[in-house]
């Protein structure tokens, strides 16, 4: 699929073309101001729910085999599995969730169900591809029941996870996808609407906040406000490796 074909299936086509390796200043939507200039949220830390945290310390494998037999909050009593994410292990990209839907808790992996294809069209439309320098996951990792968005204590009783996840991967930058994800990560309370377009930080790696793939599927037209994003979180990506 070309990048033409990409952008109608986000349903952006052919209005929207990214040019190859634009410069900043030819970006024309609004997005932010210079990376600079930008204002970014404090640093805090993790939500004290859990002490010490079960995650802290563990590899890979360890993590996993917590994860799955995880009860420290009610969304294990529904749950089929956990869903601890999936991708490159060794990833710049890291792209953050709510939580598992019904194929997703079926199936054992993040987005895999409509949003999860709206999802790919967005990585492939700033030459990213699922599994290639990205990993995704999300703030919890059990299905709430009827894919109602997460409690507090249960973002809570799941972010020692979150946290080694991010620990392990060490990735240049976190994309939060929706509010559940931008809130678990920043600690505050948070308007996906006046957080977008801007730098905020989770300890020292910076983090972009756009719309979940399922909110874009059910409001169309913010599908563009979502393209605008896609350019800024590129433009930052670049920017950090340029250093």
């Not at 969304?75 to 292990?89: F, N, T, Y």
Request: charged share 25%; glycine share 8%; aromatic share 6%.
């Amino acid at each position: 699929m070309n990048r033409e074909q990409t952008l109608r299936e986000m349903g952006l086509g052919p209005l929207w073309k990214l040019r190859a390796a634009p410069q900043a200043d030819e970006v024309t939507a609004p997005v932010a101001a210079p990376m600079a200039a930008q204002t970014t949220a404090p640093a805090v830390d993790a939500p004290a729910a859990i002490t010490p945290p079960p995650a802290a310390g563990m590899g890979w494998d360890e993590l996993a085999a917590t994860v799955a037999a995880c009860r420290q909050c009610r969304l294990c009593e529904a749950r089929k599995q956990a869903v601890l994410g999936v991708g490159d292990r060794n990833a710049d990209w890291l792209f953050v969730g709510e939580g598992p839907g019904a194929d997703e808790d079926e199936k054992g992996e993040p987005f895999v169900g409509q949003a999860g294809k709206l999802l790919d069209s967005m990585l492939a439309a700033i030459d990213l591809k699922r599994g290639n320098d990205v990993y995704i996951g999300n703030a919890v990792k059990c299905r709430p029941p009827n894919n109602r968005t997460p409690e507090p204590e249960e973002t809570a009783a799941c972010w020692p996870y979150l946290e080694r996840q991010i620990e392990l991967l060490q990735p240049k930058l976190i994309i939060a996808l929706g509010r559940p994800a931008a809130q678990s990560l920043l600690q505050t309370e948070v308007k996906i609407g006046a957080s977008r377009g801007k730098l905020h930080r989770y300890k020292d790696i910076p983090v972009v906040v756009t719309y979940h793939p399922a909110y874009l599927l059910r409001n169309l037209p913010d599908k563009a406000l979502a393209w605008e994003d896609l350019v800024f979180m590129r433009r930052t990506m670049r920017e950090l490796k340029a250093g």
